[in-house]
């Protein structure tokens, strides 16, 4: 250990010197990295040998591509790195897989907790939403568990035992990783072998795959010694939090006002929670917190009542409601509603039962309206007042909307934005509470030389009902607006031939 924390040291001053010295530039060290399979100081004697890490030319290839071409992305992945690699290495040697395999992440996400594919795999284990919930991840609108560190890794861990023992090879078990099994399994059929290298000569994987398993080997060479192969990097220390567990759905406001802290500092350490709430039905979820408040957290917590973890209300089905409806005016989705109150269809509802609605933050009952009784509380808002709306997971221009008493056509025009804007989380919307642009249902167009009228489509309509209404067709309304699909949203604004 002294030996490897001497070499540590002289190759920083080594390097350090020749830039202030311009003695030897550090781009021909990165490019002439000595890259000696015999004198490499890499130590494997704690490695599985069941996991082959060849110095191979596909792998030295690989190598010098990420010294250059993926330089920065390898830098994040070094800075990260000792944040998880103990944690995953114990997860793994738990679950019996080789803890060489914490490495893995290197490549598929640089350690990153929150990155995201373009073809929806999310965490640090990049995993698809199917996949995730097939080896015990949560994956829905209250939270995302691809996401949570630990858990992640443990499914993943379970993904390629699960794979090993049907290959009998760590190697194709990681290629499988990337590639699925299929096709891992029937290369192996048709060319009756279980060697990668042999495969990687066939057409049976695609290429992606093909540089997979040289670059998961060359990250882990880079890994275990950066500074042989000239990547300095500052080490991100690890946040330090305690855990505990909550026992029912509760509104993240509350826990942080027992421990004296915010939302933003509970979210940032647990990355996984759609909302500011822990998931709806999900027992004692695990919470992590700042670290030395649990004790405060035990004592505060158990003062609070059950009926006041959760900001939730009540509605009592009416003849007519739908799900998506109620759903909607509530600022929830069917999926909760579902989970709420037990229901195994969405089209079951019977007149006068009571549903329990769990509200996203942000709602309270003031600002709803008690739809039994018809009384409207007063709103903490005043008509007209100016306010930001601060986009979290889940929301929706419509969503936004229905919140503050306006519609998606304001909405946009204040923003200047279009209507079929992906929101992300983060953003900042401005909105007029109860105010709207062009709030009259119908007017003039004064830009279509009165061959049109404006209309602003409103909750349940559809293209069917406002053609008959204006005794004309679905066909030229569509042509009017350059649509192509049928989907309306209360708020928009159409334009209706004359006859």
């Not at 567990?245 to 759609?274: F, Q, R």
């Not at 229901?343 to 942000?362: D, F, M, Y």
Request: glycine residues 6%.
């Amino acid at each position: 250990m002294r030996n490897y924390k001497l070499y540590k040291i002289m190759a920083v001053a080594t390097l350090t010197c020749c830039f202030f010295f311009n003695l030897l530039p550090l781009s021909k060290t990165i490019l002439a990295a000595n890259i000696d399979t015999t004198n490499n100081q890499i130590d494997f004697s704690q490695e599985p040998e069941d996991v082959p890490l060849p110095l191979n030319q596909e792998v030295t290839e690989m190598i010098k591509f990420f010294q250059t071409e993926r330089r920065g992305q390898i830098q994040k992945a070094l800075s990260k790195m000792d944040q998880y690699l103990p944690i995953f290495k114990q997860i793994l040697k738990e679950e019996g897989v080789p803890e060489v395999l914490a490495y893995l992440p290197f490549i598929e996400s640089a350690y990153d907790p929150i990155a995201r594919s373009n073809v929806g795999a999310r965490g640090i284990w990049q995993f698809m939403p199917s996949t995730g919930r097939r080896y015990g991840l949560r994956v829905d609108s209250w939270v995302d568990e691809r996401i949570h560190p630990e858990k992640s890794c443990r499914a993943a861990a379970r993904y390629l035992k699960n794979y090993y023992n049907k290959f009998g090879n760590w190697t194709l078990a990681i290629a499988a990783y990337n590639a699925g099994p299929t096709r891992i399994s029937r290369a192996v059929r048709k060319l009756n072998t279980s060697d990668f290298w042999k495969i990687k000569k066939s057409s049976y994987i695609r290429s992606q795959t093909k540089r997979y398993i040289p670059a998961f080997i060359a990250g882990v060479h880079i890994a275990k010694n950066p500074y042989n192969y000239g990547f300095l990097y500052i080490s991100h220390s690890t946040p330090e939090y305690e855990t505990v567990n909550i026992p029912e759905s509760t509104d993240l406001h509350v826990i942080a006002k027992c421990i004296g802290t915010d939302t933003k500092t509970l979210h940032s350490l647990n990355p996984e929670l759609k909302r500011s709430v822990t998931p709806y039905n999900y027992k004692d979820y695990e919470l992590r917190i700042p670290v030395g408040t649990k004790t405060k957290f035990d004592t505060e917590f158990t003062k609070i009542p059950s009926s006041e973890r959760l900001v939730k209300t009540y509605h009592t089905i009416r003849r007519g409601d739908t799900l998506s409806q109620i759903a909607a005016k509530y600022g929830t989705s069917v999926r909760d509603l579902m989970k709420a109150n037990g229901l195994t269809s969405a089209h079951r509802l019977s007149v006068g039962k009571t549903l329990l609605v769990p509200l996203i933050p942000g709602y309270t009952p003031s600002d709803l309206k008690t739809y039994n009784t018809g009384y409207t509380p007063r709103s903490r808002y005043s008509e007209g007042q100016k306010l930001t709306h601060k986009v979290s997971w889940g929301d929706s221009l419509y969503k936004i909307a229905s919140r503050y008493r306006t519609d998606i056509h304001s909405i946009c025009q204040w923003n200047s934005i279009d209507k079929e804007v992906v929101l992300k989380p983060g953003m900042y919307l401005t909105v007029y509470y109860k105010k709207r642009i062009g709030a009259d249902t119908t007017v003039q167009n004064s830009f279509s030389n009165g061959e049109h009228l404006t209309y602003i489509v409103r909750k349940g309509d559809s293209l069917f009902s406002i053609a008959r209404r204006h005794n004309t067709t679905i066909k030229k309304i569509k042509a009017a607006n350059n649509m192509r699909g049928s989907r309306l949203y209360p708020g928009d604004t159409l334009l209706i031939p004359k006859q």
